[in-house]
């Protein structure tokens, strides 16, 4: 595998690296791909009343055209392109584990490194079909204000390694275990 290696400091080595093998898009990118079959049923009926229509269109046909052409725009974009296009950013992803942090490679040079502290958890998580995430990073909760002034509770997401195969998160468990509580 390459990419991560050139991200490290210098000195520093790997433990274990790997990628996901099973790549599973979150909850917007099932929203933007209902858009846009929305917007294909807005072609449908676009089209559909226009061909009904078309004696009676004289000087609208550009007008309905455009609206077509609109709506198959926004069809190919959000449904078939924007769901490509993150696939294509998640096989990117690369995942390691060096003498001293958990690293996080997104796309080709944002490098994520997080601590394993002494009593961190490392969970393992079986997700069926969609692979096996290892979660060892549990943000604090922070209080913040919103725009009215009144404070309100954050509470970031945990992390980790997601879509592993079974053997690739039982080796990364081991490295980060092995890491556990290192400066």
Same mark, same amino acid.
């Given at each position: 595998m390459?990419? *991560?290696?050139?991200h490290l400091a210098p000195g520093e080595t790997l433990l274990w690296q790997g990628k996901?093998? +099973?790549i599973r898009l979150g909850g917007a990118y099932k929203v933007i791909a209902a858009f846009g079959w929305l917007s294909l049923l807005t072609f449908a009926f676009?089209?559909?009343?226009?061909?009904?229509?078309?004696?009676?269109?004289e000087g609208a046909f550009g007008f309905w055209l455009t609206f077509l052409l609109l709506s198959a725009t926004l069809f190919a974009v959000f449904a078939l392109f924007a769901p490509y296009w993150g696939k294509?950013?998640? @096989?990117?992803? @690369?995942?390691g584990v060096s003498e001293s942090r958990a690293l996080v490679l997104v796309g080709s040079g944002n490098l994520i490194r997080h601590r394993i502290t002494a009593k961190g958890k490392i969970e393992? +998580?079986?997700?069926?079909?969609?692979?096996?995430?290892? *979660?060892?990073?549990?943000?604090?909760?922070r209080t913040v204000q919103d725009a009215s002034g009144q404070p309100r509770t954050i509470r970031p997401r945990p992390t980790g390694f997601?879509?592993?195969?079974?053997?690739e998160a039982k080796l990364a468990e081991a490295a980060l275990h092995a890491i556990r509580g290192r400066p």
């Open positions: 390459t990419g *991560i290696e050139a996901p093998a +099973h676009f089209l559909l009343i226009g061909l009904a229509h078309m004696d009676e269109m294509r950013v998640a @096989r990117r992803v @690369r995942y393992r +998580h079986d997700r069926g079909k969609h692979g096996w995430d290892l *979660i060892f990073h549990f943000p604090a909760p997601h879509g592993l195969t079974g053997a």
